[in-house]
């Protein structure tokens, strides 16, 4: 299957820094990623979906100016969790989708502290 | 919008027995149903999938089953073994939509 990667796979930060985390897909144009967050023993709650050249699609709830999302190029997604507090930590992972597929493929997922 | 329920959601079997998992979902216009395996603190693998113009699929001791009248699709794996503790997540989609994901289950494989 497609390889997708994440970094950084672990930080920890200070409460009011900002968190930038980057998806990469290493082997194929993704047309589309997604960024899921989740918490300890809990399914994957989808926070955005990412198309490469236009403004991010939030979901409910999420709130655009604290997760700022960038897919510039198909192969490179980015993550900025603004202005971190504690409640932003969780696991973070993101998946992209080809353009002829229709299966997600999963990065490693960046592991958020902040104290 | 889709909405997608799992059950168990924990699971614990002896090794060598068999282990099904049930998802149901609600938009009769999915059409493309993937299970993943998510390792505790990994990314989640894909690990088997089903298109709506199929009603079973099977790769050694995984198969999926798929019943569009009634909205369900089921994972089983036979001969379970300590490696297929982990927690298993369905989900079911529309062709150029976002993934729904189910809760999850939990399974334990006991030796």
């Known amino acids: 299957g497609a390889v997708v990667s994440q970094h950084p796979s672990r930080v920890i930060c200070k409460s009011g820094t900002s968190v930038k985390i980057e998806c990469r897909s290493l082997?194929?144009?993704?047309?589309?990623m997604f960024w899921y967050r989740q918490f300890p023993k809990q399914s994957l709650m989808l926070m955005a979906t990412?198309?490469?050249?236009?403004?991010?699609?939030?979901e409910q709830g999420v709130e655009k100016d604290k997760f700022l999302i960038n897919h510039a190029s198909l192969t490179l997604s980015t993550l900025t969790v603004t202005s971190a507090h504690p409640e932003d930590s969780s696991f973070y992972i993101c998946?992209?989708?080809?353009?002829?597929?229709?299966?997600?493929?999963f990065g490693p997922g960046t592991r958020l502290l902040v104290l | 919008g889709e909405n997608v329920e799992q059950h168990p959601s924990t699971l614990s079997v002896q090794e060598g027995d068999s282990a099904v998992i049930k998802c149901t979902y609600s938009?009769?216009?999915?059409?493309?149903f993937p299970w993943y395996k998510q390792e505790l603190g990994k990314r989640p693998q894909l690990i088997i999938d089903?298109?709506?113009?199929?009603g079973e699929k099977k790769d050694q001791r995984i198969a999926v089953t798929l019943n569009k009248t009634a909205k369900h699709f089921s994972l089983h794996i036979t001969e379970t073994q300590p490696e297929d503790s982990a927690v298993y997540f369905c989900?079911?989609?529309?062709?150029?939509?976002?993934?729904?994901f189910g809760p999850g289950t939990r399974l334990s494989v006991l030796p």
């Open positions: 998946s992209a989708l080809t353009s002829l597929e229709e299966t997600q493929y």
């Open positions: 082997d194929f144009q993704a047309t589309t």
């Open positions: 990412s198309n490469e050249g236009s403004k991010a699609t939030y």
């Open positions: 938009d009769s216009a999915s059409n493309y």
């Open positions: 089903i298109r709506s113009n199929v």
């Open positions: 989900a079911a989609i529309l062709y150029g939509q976002n993934f729904v």
